[in-house]
């Protein structure tokens, strides 16, 4: 991901905003830059080089970021000049600049997804016939008119201007994209992306990267007061959350038949619900608890599976149990292992991380683009590693099963704060219980 330049539309005038001091990406957001908001979310997915196409009051923008240093990133430039060249004409007058494959995205928008599953996906599929990817959001003109038709094999059909019945899915604002792709843009005229999406959406070289969470633009003032409502929420105030481990806890473990071993189910087919624990996670939402997923998934790298289909089962998962009335702020996912098998052979998987518990990586990592209130957040898992990786970043651990002698060995003293038998059991002990684990 460090090694991924990401490029930034900021050419936004924010006229409707009735913005005289400042262009759009800078408007205020509960104190702070836009902006600012967004590359908190990038910087936590990895990415550290950074090109601003400005224009509009762009001094504005280069005194407030400078060379990205105070906000631990690099940061280059690239001006229209003293005439606007649009999105595409901007883009093409910072062809210099770009040493590779982008990503490029608006800075006008608010979009938090899975980064690190758009560069997956876009490294995995890309060949000779692909010059770009777009994330995609299953939309039917709910918070935008839809410009897109995603086809069976994963291209897209994009026209911003022109809706056809078929057109479901909305761009989200993120593509990745082959440098190449910039052949396709006139130089130093007015050129909109909407344009070159277009074209090369005919072509069948562009595919489509679909996500489920919503964006929020900042397009008018009531858009913009939407987005200083959510951010204040998620950033600023301090909520109760749950921290579920998967396996064994959200679902049950099934037996692998080529390994001959208990592991995780890797297809839908085989994953089965364990009683009762869809009735807990609602209860604990509607008592006003924030839920995640946090979950330990060495099998691509282990060659059991792939990492796509891993991705694949997260984002089935987050959208069945919304189906469910139970929403899932995010399912951080570890899919390394420090040593792989025979079978590996997605050798990027392998070596040692922050993120696979018992290390706390995936909570903390959390906590860092969340408002939690750690002291009353709990995480709840079946295995010695979930207890250490809450005591790493400091919330309470609920144990399911029984503490097993080899548990008590390997958690070197730290216990559960609590241990229960059945996932039911899980309001009850969160919305008041005492220790249990003495």
Avoid at 45 to 72: P, Q, T
Avoid at 347 to 356: A, I, N, P, S
Avoid at 423 to 431: A, G, K, N, Y
């Amino acid at each position: 991901m460090e090694d991924t330049e990401v490029i930034v539309l900021m050419g936004g005038l924010g006229t409707r905003l009735g913005l005289a001091d400042r262009p759009k990406v800078l408007a205020d957001v509960n104190g702070r830059p836009f902006f600012d908001w967004q590359l908190k979310i990038l910087k936590r997915w990895g990415f550290r080089k950074f090109i601003f196409l400005v224009g509009y009051m762009s001094d504005a923008v280069k005194k407030h970021y400078g060379n990205g240093e105070k906000f631990g990133v690099e940061i280059k430039y690239s001006a229209d000049g003293e005439k606007p060249l649009g999105t595409g004409g901007a883009l093409k007058k910072a062809d210099a600049l770009i040493d590779g494959d982008f990503l490029l995205m608006y800075g006008d928008s608010f979009m938090d997804i899975d980064y690190q599953e758009m560069v997956y996906h876009y490294a995995d599929i890309k060949n000779d016939n692909l010059l770009g990817m777009t994330a995609i959001l299953h939309n039917k003109n709910a918070l935008d008119r839809s410009n897109v038709e995603y086809k069976d094999d994963g291209r897209i059909f994009y026209d911003k201007f022109n809706p056809t019945p078929k057109m479901e899915y909305v761009d989200y604002g993120i593509s990745i994209m082959a440098k190449e792709i910039l052949r396709n843009i006139p130089a130093d005229v007015y050129f909109d992306i909407a344009e070159l999406m277009n074209s090369v959406s005919k072509e069948d070289k562009l595919f489509g990267h679909v996500v489920t969470r919503r964006f929020y633009e900042i397009g008018s003032p009531t858009s913009l007061d939407e987005f200083r409502a959510y951010a204040r929420q998620r950033f600023l105030q301090k909520r109760k959350a749950v921290f579920f481990d998967r396996d064994g806890v959200i679902n049950e473990i099934i037996l692998n038949e080529e390994t001959e071993q208990l592991d995780s189910p890797f297809e839908i087919v085989d994953f089965h619900y364990k009683d009762g624990a869809i009735d807990a996670m609602r209860k604990l939402q509607d008592a006003g608890y924030l839920l995640f997923v946090v979950t330990n998934q060495p099998a691509a790298a282990k060659g059991n599976t792939t990492l796509k289909k891993l991705y694949a089962l997260n984002r089935w998962l987050e959208k069945d149990l919304q189906q469910r009335g139970v929403k899932i702020e995010f399912i951080n996912m570890c899919p390394h292992h420090p040593s792989g098998t025979e079978r590996s052979k997605q050798k990027f998987l392998l070596g040692e991380c922050d993120c696979r518990k018992p290390k706390s990586g995936l909570i903390t990592d959390l906590l860092s683009v969340y408002g939690i209130d750690t002291e009353n957040s709990f995480m709840v898992g079946d295995s010695y590693t979930d207890v250490l990786a809450a005591k790493g970043a400091n919330i309470k651990s609920i144990l399911l099963g029984d503490l097993k002698c080899d548990a008590c060995s390997r958690l070197a003293g730290n216990k559960p704060d609590f241990i229960i038998n059945d996932v039911t059991e899980l309001p009850t002990i969160i919305r008041g219980g005492t220790n249990n684990a003495e």
